[in-house]
């Protein structure tokens, strides 16, 4: 029976769907799943959803919920990270005041000003766990959720976690979601790979029986751009780039500086500052009444699988069936053009013996110049995490490639100053 500690246990995002994920697997219905959350009330919650999972599965499985991080994490043999630091209030804050400056971040969780300020929230927390990990459980398998996803990997990384992988469902889940139905073709008709960085990777080939999609995708791009008036964005990067980004619109609007360069272009991309804050705080207030219905019985729980690596992957690792997933990783040779320990997200194959990423070589030029601003970023907002440094928070979100092409230096640093403002509960013994 092997110990699944799940850190961020509260996230009624996640905890259902992974749940539900890893009991259609036979050799994953014994688990012993230990929920951790500070919030003992939706700590709670969850435990009560997952013991009427166990219940109408009538599977072996155990479930316990605490808020002591290190009693979930004594003797776990897997991990999985679902944390917010900060909650909705530092989100809401973390878009508020870039926008204020004319800095339209549609969603601000992953880079940029609203990225860099996540990840001084988060980077304590996860070296506390890589802390508690190296003596409770040294064996243990991190399998990270939550964003920023390569600046946390990083993180962990640095602190002495190597058996860790961050998983984003951007790659397959947008085949899944959207493509199939875009190009007329089944979803396992359609093969693909897939390199970069997390939320900034692209599709290298995307195939159906050995023809190239890209002429079908092009083709469809009339229509596509009518019905989603966002894909415009994406589309205007096919042009460029010459390749179809994995990660969704709203998030492509703010890893470039060509789209939102004011709100006349924020409206004609059609996608604005707050979508992804009030899509999640409107998703998350939907779940919560979902959750309580489901386990008051008023409303069924599907047991569908769904599209996260992470259940697949924890198949592999204890049955020893070979796997295959896209993860972010350590670069260390495996993109040849991109900075040696920048996290990348690369195919992995995966089995009783560990993760394997694969090697990618050489991705296009253009595409490793769009993704290099980025990794300078990931690496100064971390180093600045581990040497409380303030100055190198600000040129870390200096160097974001939206903000830098809005404000000038002194602007920047007003603004950096103010979003530090709102986090110095985070910021003790910073200089």
């Given amino acids: 029976m092997a110990k699944v500690a799940i850190i961020g246990g ?3 995002k996640f905890v259902r769907e992974l749940m539900v994920d890893f009991f259609t697997f036979e050799a994953l219905r014994d688990l012993k799943i230990t929920l951790m959350d500070i919030n003992a009330e939706r700590v709670d919650r969850s435990k009560r959803l997952v013991e009427k999972i166990i219940g109408e599965l009538k599977i072996p499985a155990t479930v316990e919920a605490t808020t002591d991080q290190r009693r979930a994490l004594a003797g776990a043999d897997y991990v999985i990270i679902t944390i917010m630091v900060g909650g909705f209030e530092s989100y809401h804050a973390d878009v508020a005041v870039p926008a204020k400056y004319g800095v339209y971040q549609a969603v601000s969780d992953t880079i940029g000003p609203g990225g860099v300020m996540r990840i001084i929230r988060t980077a304590p927390v996860l070296r506390q766990i890589a802390a508690d990990l190296a003596e409770l459980a040294p064996r243990a ?12 990997i990083w993180t962990l990384l640095n602190a002495g976690q190597e058996r860790c992988v961050g998983l984003c469902h951007s790659i397959q889940g947008f085949v899944y979601w959207h493509m199939q139905w875009w190009l007329g073709v089944p979803e396992k008709e359609l093969t693909y790979t897939a390199a970069g960085i997390n939320h900034v990777n692209f599709y290298l080939k995307l195939e159906r029986n050995g023809e190239d999609m890209y002429p079908r995708l092009r083709a469809a791009r009339e229509k596509i751009v009518r019905e989603h008036p966002q894909e415009q964005v994406r589309f205007e990067l096919l042009d460029h780039l010459g390749y179809f980004p994995a990660e969704g619109p709203w998030h492509q609007t703010e890893y470039y500086p060509w789209f939102h360069k004011d709100q006349k272009t924020v409206d004609h991309y059609a996608v604005g500052a707050f979508m992804g804050y009030n899509f999640d705080l409107q998703h998350f207030k939907d779940r919560t009444a979902e959750l309580d219905a489901q386990i008051t019985g ?3 729980i599907s047991y569908e ?22 993860g972010n990783v350590r670069n260390h040779g495996l993109i ?5 320990d920048a996290v990348v997200e690369v195919p992995c194959l995966v089995d009783r013996n560990g993760i394997f990423p694969c090697r990618m070589g050489r991705i296009p030029p253009q595409l490793a110049g769009v993704m290099t601003p980025h990794i300078a970023v990931h690496e100064m907002a971390v180093t600045a995490t ?7 928070v600000q040129q870390a979100i200096a160097a974001d490639p939206l903000a830098g092409a809005i404000l000038t230096l002194p602007k920047l640093r007003e603004m950096t100053e103010e979003m530090l403002a709102n986090n110095k509960a985070y910021l003790k013994g910073w200089k």
């Fill in 10 to 12: 509260g996230s009624g």
């Fill in 336 to 340: 040849d053009n991109l900075p040696a």
């Fill in 305 to 326: 699988r769904s599209q996260e690596y992470g259940s697949r992957i924890l198949n592999s690792l204890v049955t020893g069936e070979p796997g295959s997933f896209y």
């Fill in 386 to 392: 581990e040497t409380k440094d303030l100055r190198l």
């Fill in 141 to 152: 398998w991190v399998l990270n959720y939550a964003n920023p996803m390569a600046m946390n």
């Fill in 298 to 300: 008023t409303k069924p």
